[in-house]
């Protein structure tokens, strides 16, 4: 059996968006913006993806890279603010093994005449999946890509 392990970290990016803490808050609330931004992406298939935006609600995707393993991202709705705050506890696998469970903080503020997206990870990575270099680059990855959303939505 292989050795397990955990790692635990904690990161924070600080993004601003040309556009109001509503229209950015709206991203995450609107499903089919989500898709876009969150789960699609070029050499991406996406098996599955369903949400349900409510405290208690669970957001799944399945997806892969081209011809690889089969990941997961399981998300539960802990707390949403509207326009403000949105928490959530999120599991990600490969192939079903279990790789990282995080409570991630995502806070919208006005910033001049746009908005600052401040998000915060507390991660539990498991197993040698603990690159949290690279998963605080994937995050930033994905907030480029709501920033070409928020740019494309206008």
């Known amino acids: 059996m292989a050795k ?10 600080e993004r601003d968006y040309d556009a109001t803490p509503e229209r950015v808050f709206k991203a995450f609330e609107d499903t089919e913006a989500k898709r876009r931004w969150f789960v699609e992406g ?27 393993p ?19 506890a999120y599991t990600m ?15 919208f503020q006005k910033r001049g005449n746009g908005a600052r997206l401040r998000f915060t990870e507390q991660g539990a990575y498991l197993d040698g999946h603990d690159d949290i270099a690279g998963r605080e680059a994937g995050t930033r990855e994905l907030f480029d890509a709501l920033d070409r959303e928020l740019k494309r939505a206008g």
Request: aromatic content about 12%.
């Open 4 to 13: 397990r392990s955990v790692t635990h970290a904690t990161f924070i990016i």
């Open 93 to 107: 696998t490969i192939d079903g093994a279990p790789i990282s469970a995080s409570l991630a903080t995502i806070e």
């Open 42 to 68: 070029e050499g991406w298939i996406i098996e599955e993806y369903t949400a349900d935006f409510r405290v208690g609600g669970f957001e799944r995707s399945r997806f892969r890279f081209k011809e690889g």
């Open 70 to 88: 089969v990941m997961t991202n399981d998300t539960v709705y802990q707390e949403i603010a509207p326009n403000e705050r949105i928490i959530t």
